[in-house]
């Protein structure tokens, strides 16, 4: 039997079913807020996101890195503060289908509002974190719910919808594990050190990288890199390239429609073979199949529409 849900959750369902019709990514007059639909599970997946937030106002979706399992529905949101792979799956039918609010992250605003917050709480002491899931709270559902009223509106969106945003991050930031994400924006610590280097794998994931080069940009010694890198991401740095390097492939088959061989070789690939055995290896199909199992998987748009991949540029 389905458990009743309170009318704030139940108006945010109606809300989102209205603002997302589709299924797949809706876009919105704000270029960093997209609705999503879903109206059938999906098995795990591997993924690879932008620094964002997923706020889910109906169904589940569960994310798996190493040990942990991150569980986010309409009790629970998501934060990835840095691309970090990991898998997915998604809880979802045509009768009840997965409904979610994704904004991709600001870093521009949430430093703006982080700065307020620490004047008037002190500095974040928590442990910075590349991907949690976190407890809706009333405050958060309140703002969840009063964003989605103004975003069915095109103009209120244009308008007032900036604010809600800003009111969203504000409740996300000083939420319960709020000091989290605000430590891991303003890199602190270690994790500061290993993000430099996650960045400079996503804007240069097209060069000839190595171990050496990482810890240098990081400015940590090799040993001291490695075990850092892995407490952030749960992986070693190699297999993190090479993971970013075939996420960013299948992007650019998907929104591109490239070759396998043309796009190993955009993403920094010798051997379009070699390619072709760690695409397999890492999503389960060929290229070719991969392509077009994610376009019905997924009801993706057109393959120029932003998705909450990371980006292939």
């Not at 569960?62 to 949101?77: S, W």
């Not at 974190?129 to 964003?147: C, E, K, N, V, W």
């Not at 050496?212 to 400015?219: D, N, V």
Request: charged fraction near 20%; charge should be positive; glycine fraction near 6%.
């Amino acid at each position: 039997m389905t458990k009743p849900r309170d009318p704030c959750t139940a108006r945010m369902v109606q809300l989102m079913s209205q603002l997302a019709p589709q299924e797949g990514y809706n876009l919105t007059p704000l270029d960093d807020v997209r609705f999503l639909r879903a109206n059938r599970p999906l098995t795990r997946t591997p993924v690879l996101y932008e620094p964002g937030i997923v706020i889910l106002c109906q169904g589940q979706k569960r994310g798996y890195l190493g040990d942990a399992v991150y569980v986010y529905d309409a009790q629970h949101y998501l934060v990835v503060s840095v691309p970090v792979p990991f898998t997915m799956e998604t809880d979802a039918s045509e009768t009840e289908p997965m409904l979610a609010v994704y904004l991709r992250l600001d870093f521009a605003l949430a430093g703006e509002l982080i700065q307020q917050v620490d004047a008037v709480r002190g500095v974040s002491t928590a442990q910075p974190m590349g991907m949690y899931a976190s407890p809706m709270d009333a405050a958060l559902r309140q703002s969840t719910l009063r964003f989605l009223q103004v975003m069915t509106d095109s103009s209120d969106a244009r308008i007032l919808g900036p604010a809600m945003l800003r009111e969203l991050y504000y409740r996300i930031l000083t939420g319960e594990q709020g000091g989290t994400l605000r430590a891991a924006i303003v890199q602190q610590g270690q994790f500061g050190k290993v993000t430099r280097a996650i960045h400079k794998i996503h804007s240069c994931y097209h060069e000839h990288l190595d171990v050496e080069a990482l810890a240098q940009e990081a400015r940590m010694s090799v040993p001291s890199f490695h075990l850092h890198f892995r407490k952030v991401t749960d992986s070693s740095p190699m297999q993190y390239l090479k993971s970013a390097r075939l996420h960013q492939a299948r992007l650019l088959m998907l929104r591109n429609d490239l070759t396998a061989a043309k796009s190993a070789f955009l993403v920094g690939y010798e051997s379009a073979s070699q390619f072709s055995r760690d695409f397999k290896r890492l999503f389960g199909r060929t290229p070719l199949a991969e392509v077009a199992w994610m376009k019905k998987a997924y009801a993706l748009p057109a393959p120029t529409s932003p998705s909450p991949f990371v980006s292939s540029h």
